[in-house]
């Protein structure tokens, strides 16, 4: 299993550089549940409290480790576009802006465009980095979409974008907004090559992001929790002045209304997205016909795809639903505050 | 009666004095009529003053401006037996976004845009020109049904954006736009998209991915609107001036960084001084556009479209 690599390898690095490690590191406090969870416990379920179920946001190495075999996978070095198109300047400069997110995150942008195999099936990710600046989307997440997308053909395999965006770059103003058909464009790539194109939602997949490219999946899976939504919620409360219905925009509110086929917890998700891809790409048996079992039962055979499709169905379920109110309430909070662009937008 | 903008108050002052001469030399038979060509002509000259260097906030003003000639007016004006098509035959008829067939120039097509209305009712009937999920879907069905037989599409844009609202977002708000981009992509007929106000971010967009878009001089096309971006960035809405100014959301910017292919002059002091002009001057410009591409083949329509919008982003403002 993927997840052994993401944190024996983590654990490796702590045995050898770990006594600089302060008592407060060690232990975190859910946003679900406000449970103090052990280092090594939130490692090793993969950033998921063991207590409530709530996913807390991973960096995109970490996720990226995760979905690969072997947690091995080549990143494509992207090209710079050019900066700061607009001469843009709020409160601060965007150039500033820029400078601050690639020493923070050691990344030029807001996308890491990998490819590598998943489940044996070769893959191409394009895959955000919420760190940098909210995940917005301008132009060189649009260049990053593309290349991905484009490497996807050449290599005749799947797309899988992995969403994790506040939305348009207001920075770099309508050319954030044309990347929207930009990104359409690769989409539409992809799908002329008779290739297949997967989503994964993560949280948040919010504004322009969700209405170009994230939303026209083949297939559409989202992580539990995981706010999507074209409008952000606080907009709307301004708008139409009323209190928003319990779990609204999250993963689960979305697969209710149709519009993802999945909620996979975390622990299910490298098994669930290999077997979509397996699915897609490998339409004969290996060897010869498998003759249907009589004698197995249907349950028997339904057994793992209901495990992926049932939105968050851990243990505690009462119990959970609860906290995951408290969880969500916490994350929009979260966003009000931060300083960066974290509000849909385009 | 007109609607004088705040910056336009000079201007108001001077043409309401003129009235109430206007209105004296007619009860009272005094010859002011030297008098009133002067403050006539000095009116002029302080509109074009000002209309000469709108800065980029009185520009969003202008392109809200409530007299500002809608999308029916161009309907009414410009197209001949239009047929109104309604329904996403999946929901509900959206008004606020309008369509259907019709001719321009003589040729059949499909005309599509978002309508914000000219009083209260009209208003509150189109909902502001913000569409709900179900507006993006008719949009997508008009497209389609305009590929299907051939007809070039025409757009008109004019949204503060796609509707925020829990219904809206319940029916995939966002599915909806993403799938009219895809749609406005795919197809192998001309499309032609015209803002004629307000260009509101993804609401726009959703029906604009064309082969030409043009813009009206004093109409503006955003990623956000200049409140929401100041309420953002600033951390102030009143902010907004500034923001308007950053986003570069005017006509002409927008031509310099290559995201538009056309500015259309507005008559002397904006488009709600003259709409029957304004809308002569983009009836000029649609149908020069649709003879650009009416020798065209539907694969070349598609693959020089796509072209166009990968470009975006090459190019910045100096
Ligand atoms: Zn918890």
């Known amino acids: 299993m993927n997840w052994l690599q993401s944190w024996v390898r983590p654990k490796l690095r702590q045995l050898v550089g770990g006594q600089k490690d302060i008592p407060d590191h060690l232990w975190h406090k859910c946003k679900g549940c406000e449970e103090m969870i052990f280092h090594r416990d939130l490692e090793k379920n993969l950033s998921v409290c063991q207590h409530c179920g709530y996913h807390m946001r991973i960096g995109v190495k970490k996720r990226l480790e995760l979905l690969f075999d072997d947690a091995k996978y080549t990143t494509v070095e992207l090209k710079s576009p050019i900066a700061d198109p607009l001469k843009f300047r709020d409160r601060r400069k965007y150039t500033e802006r820029l400078k601050e997110a690639r020493n923070n995150t050691g990344e030029k942008d807001a996308i890491v465009v990998a490819h590598g195999a998943m489940g044996g099936n070769k893959v191409v990710v394009a895959a955000f980095n919420f760190d940098f600046m909210a995940g917005s989307m301008g132009i060189a997440v649009g260049d990053g979409l593309l290349t991905a997308a484009r490497l996807a053909v050449v290599q005749e395999t799947p797309l899988i974008a992995i969403p994790a965006s506040g939305g348009a770059r207001m920075q770099e103003g309508i050319l954030s907004l044309m990347q929207m058909a930009r990104t359409t464009i690769a989409v539409e790539e992809v799908r002329d090559a008779g290739l297949p194109y997967i989503v994964l939602m993560l949280d948040p997949t919010a504004g322009g992001v969700t209405a170009s490219f994230a939303m026209l999946g083949d297939v559409a899976i989202a992580e539990p929790g995981a706010v999507i939504c074209f409008a952000g919620a606080r907009v709307i409360e301004q708008t139409i002045r009323e209190k928003l219905p319990e779990g609204f925009q999250c993963a689960e509110y979305l697969y209710e209304h149709g519009m993802v086929d999945m909620v996979v917890h975390r622990s299910a998700l490298s098994e669930t997205l290999n077997r979509v891809i397996d699915l897609l790409c490998n339409h004969k048996p290996a060897g010869e016909l498998v003759p249907l079992d009589e004698d197995s039962s249907p349950a028997d055979k339904s057994d793992k795809k209901s495990q992926a499709a049932a939105p968050n169905e851990p243990a505690s379920k009462a119990d959970k639903d609860g906290q995951d109110k408290q969880g969500k309430q916490d994350k929009q909070d979260e966003q009000a505050n931060q300083d960066n662009q974290d509000k849909p937008t385009g | ?318």
């Open chain 2, 1 to 318: 009666m007109h609607n004088y903008l705040d910056f336009e108050k000079p201007i108001a002052e001077l043409e309401g004095k003129i009235q109430e001469l206007r209105h004296l030399s007619g009860e009272g038979g005094v010859n002011i009529a030297d008098e009133v060509g002067r403050m006539q002509s000095k009116a002029e000259k302080l509109l074009v003053s000002t209309y000469a260097k709108l800065t980029p906030w009185q520009k969003t003003q202008v392109a809200r401006h409530a007299n500002r000639p809608h999308t029916v007016d161009y309907i009414d004006a410009l197209i001949e037996d239009f047929t109104p098509l309604a329904g996403d035959r999946a929901f509900a008829e959206d008004l606020a976004i309008i369509g259907g067939m019709g001719r321009f120039c003589g040729h059949s097509v499909m005309v599509i845009g978002h309508e914000k209305g000219a009083d209260t009712e009209a208003r509150i009937k189109h909902n502001f020109g913000m569409p709900r999920p179900e507006g993006y879907r008719k949009a997508q069905r008009l497209m389609s049904l305009a590929n299907k037989f051939g007809l070039p599409v025409i757009t008109f844009i004019d949204t503060p954006g796609a509707y925020p609202g829990i219904d809206a977002e319940a029916r995939g708000q966002a599915e909806a736009i993403a799938r009219s981009i895809d749609v406005c992509l795919s197809l192998k007929v001309p499309l032609i998209s015209l803002v004629i106000g307000e260009g509101g971010s993804g609401g726009a967009i959703a029906i604009a991915v064309a082969n030409s878009v043009l813009m009206l001089q004093h109409s503006i096309y955003s990623v956000i609107s200049p409140e929401g971006c100041a309420s953002i960035l600033w951390r102030d809405g009143a902010q907004a001036k500034d923001a308007a100014g950053a986003l570069r959301l005017t006509a002409r910017d927008l031509l310099d960084l290559g995201v538009i292919d056309k500015v259309i002059e507005e008559p002397l002091g904006g488009a709600h001084r003259d709409a029957q002009a304004t809308i002569r001057s983009a009836g000029q410009a649609i149908e020069e556009e649709l003879k650009k591409y009416s020798e065209l083949d539907g694969g070349v329509l598609r693959a020089s479209r796509r072209e166009k919008f990968l470009k975006m982003g090459t190019k910045g403002l100096s």
